[in-house]
Every structure is written in C-alpha cells, then in structure tokens.
C-alpha cells in the first residue's frame, strides 16, 4: 500500500507561481511513474506531468515551459512547480503512482486545490 500526500495548493493571482509537493509513504521511484493530475468539476482529471526514474518527464501541452516535474529520491517527495499560472489551471491537484510492474497497483493522494484569480 502506498499512501500519497500533497500540500502546496491555494490562491495566486494570475502570472504567479506555486510549488505543489507529494509525499510518498515509502520509496517507490524503482517501481512507480509518478504523475500529477488536475480536475474541475463537470470534467475528468487530466494528466499534466509524468515523470519516472528512467524517462524524461513528459507535459500536457499547455503547462510545456511553465510548468516542472521533479523528484527528490532521498524524500521520497515529487515536485510539480507551476510558474506563470492562468486562471485557465484553477483545478484540484492530484499526485499519481502508478505501478510500472504487474501488482504494484494505482494510487491517488487526497488532492490540493490550486486557484489563480484577481
């Protein structure tokens, strides 16, 4: 069981930055992709940023260049800085660890809201 937690989210006005974190219960970067999510409601959550210990890290098209996936293996900590933020990406953030490997299963962190406005 891995257990998944983010903090980092909340209000920024719109060309501002935010570092959102997850913290995993253990170390998992030799058998988990790790990926942030984002939804709104009414919609399905979308893959942002993926990123694993053999791969360079992957972005949806419209957080290329602003926003960063990153991993601190010691920390067992994924990092997703968000720079230039629009209200476009006012959304509840989630970290994913998804298994690379058969039974290593798919988990979820609770989520932190991300809000960019005026």
């Known amino acids: 069981q891995v257990q998944l937690v983010e903090s980092g989210g909340g209000l920024v006005q719109p060309g501002g930055s935010l570092r959102l974190s997850c913290v995993a219960s253990g170390s998992i970067f030799r058998n988990y992709a790790m990926g942030w999510y984002r939804q709104v409601p009414g919609s399905q959550r979308e893959l942002v940023a993926h990123i694993t210990s053999v791969t360079s890290p992957k972005y949806e098209d419209s957080v290329k260049g602003r926003f960063t996936i990153s991993a601190d293996n010691a920390k067992n900590t994924v990092y997703l800085q968000m720079n230039s933020l629009k209200p476009e990406d006012t959304a509840v953030y989630f970290c994913?660890?998804?298994?690379?490997?058969?039974?290593?299963?798919?988990?979820w962190g609770q989520g932190t809201q991300v809000t960019v406005s005026s």
């Open positions: 994913n660890a998804h298994g690379r490997w058969v039974g290593y299963g798919d988990y």
